[in-house]
């Protein structure tokens, strides 16, 4: 089997024996048998801890899930600094969740929820971190500032949360560099491993904003000259 890495903007081919592995067992294989320079991230190795997404033919997987096939090109995640081959800096793009307030304001009295009430944001909460969302989004190419799809969804997480009492801070978080500079594209959904959609979730922010009595900033100039983020009772 043919594996073909970008390393440094170059196409390398390795010939990998191992049949039936994923990539990142030949990642290894490459590593501890044909160039211990290869550098690539990992922890887990079983889809919990997010750190091996990389792409493979453009799309984005987790590494120690995905099965090779022969020819495949292996790439780093787009829309974060390339450390070296396939390791990627993550910092800008984790630095969002600060910016999209993705934490529990009310952490220290929080009432007790029902199994109904947390199966509301349950699969939101399942997020790993792994960046394929980020790195499928094409909002990047011409806002590298987009809050993205992961600390969105994050946002909605703790939005429909009935514990959450600074909702209105929350929303007002994401307006600006946030829920109306996503196109609603979907790249993001079918690359998530845990199953999310972000576009889904904010398209629930966008919903709520309207609620709380903000509108889309394109749409803006036609009512009369409203200033973004105003809210409008
Ligand atoms: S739906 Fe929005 S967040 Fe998701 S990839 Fe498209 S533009 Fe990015
Ligand atoms: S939403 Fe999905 S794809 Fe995005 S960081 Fe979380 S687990 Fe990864
Ligand atoms: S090594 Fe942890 S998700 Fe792949």
Redesign the pocket.
Same mark, same amino acid.
């Given at each position: 089997m043919i594996l073909n890495i970008m390393r440094s903007g170059e196409q390398v081919s390795y010939k990998v024996s191992t049949k039936e592995a994923t990539l990142?067992q030949l990642l290894s294989e490459i590593k501890t048998t044909q160039d211990a320079t290869l550098s690539f991230a /990992? =922890?887990?190795? /079983?889809?919990?801890? =997010?750190?091996?997404a990389m792409r493979v033919n453009g799309k984005e997987v987790?590494?120690?899930a995905y099965k090779p096939q022969s020819g495949d090109l292996v790439e780093p995640l787009r829309n974060v600094p390339v450390i070296r081959d396939l390791v990627v800096d993550m910092e800008k793009a984790l630095s969002f969740n600060k910016v999209a307030q993705s934490w529990a304001v009310s952490a220290a009295k929080l009432p007790a929820i029902t199994p109904e009430d947390a199966s509301v944001n349950e699969v939101q909460s399942d997020c790993i971190l792994?960046g394929a969302c980020y790195s499928a989004c094409p909002v990047y190419a011409v806002n590298p500032e987009f809050i993205g799809p992961f600390a969105l969804t994050r946002n909605w997480r703790y939005v429909s949360d009935k514990r959450e009492e600074d909702v209105a801070g929350k929303i007002a978080a994401v307006q600006s560099n946030g829920i109306w500079d996503c196109t609603l594209c979907g790249e993001c959904v079918p690359v998530c491993p845990q199953g999310i959609a972000p576009k889904s979730d904010i398209d629930m922010l966008r919903n709520k904003s309207n609620v709380l009595g903000y509108m889309d900033p394109k749409y803006a100039d036609f009512g009369g000259g409203l200033d973004f983020g105003a809210p409008v009772f």
């Amino acid at each position: 089997m043919i594996l073909n890495i970008m390393r440094s903007g170059e196409q390398v081919s390795y010939k990998v024996s191992t049949k039936e592995a994923t990539l990142l067992q030949l990642l290894s294989e490459i590593k501890t048998t044909q160039d211990a320079t290869l550098s690539f991230a /990992s =922890g887990c190795r /079983s889809s919990v801890c =997010g750190s091996c997404a990389m792409r493979v033919n453009g799309k984005e997987v987790l590494a120690c899930a995905y099965k090779p096939q022969s020819g495949d090109l292996v790439e780093p995640l787009r829309n974060v600094p390339v450390i070296r081959d396939l390791v990627v800096d993550m910092e800008k793009a984790l630095s969002f969740n600060k910016v999209a307030q993705s934490w529990a304001v009310s952490a220290a009295k929080l009432p007790a929820i029902t199994p109904e009430d947390a199966s509301v944001n349950e699969v939101q909460s399942d997020c790993i971190l792994c960046g394929a969302c980020y790195s499928a989004c094409p909002v990047y190419a011409v806002n590298p500032e987009f809050i993205g799809p992961f600390a969105l969804t994050r946002n909605w997480r703790y939005v429909s949360d009935k514990r959450e009492e600074d909702v209105a801070g929350k929303i007002a978080a994401v307006q600006s560099n946030g829920i109306w500079d996503c196109t609603l594209c979907g790249e993001c959904v079918p690359v998530c491993p845990q199953g999310i959609a972000p576009k889904s979730d904010i398209d629930m922010l966008r919903n709520k904003s309207n609620v709380l009595g903000y509108m889309d900033p394109k749409y803006a100039d036609f009512g009369g000259g409203l200033d973004f983020g105003a809210p409008v009772f």
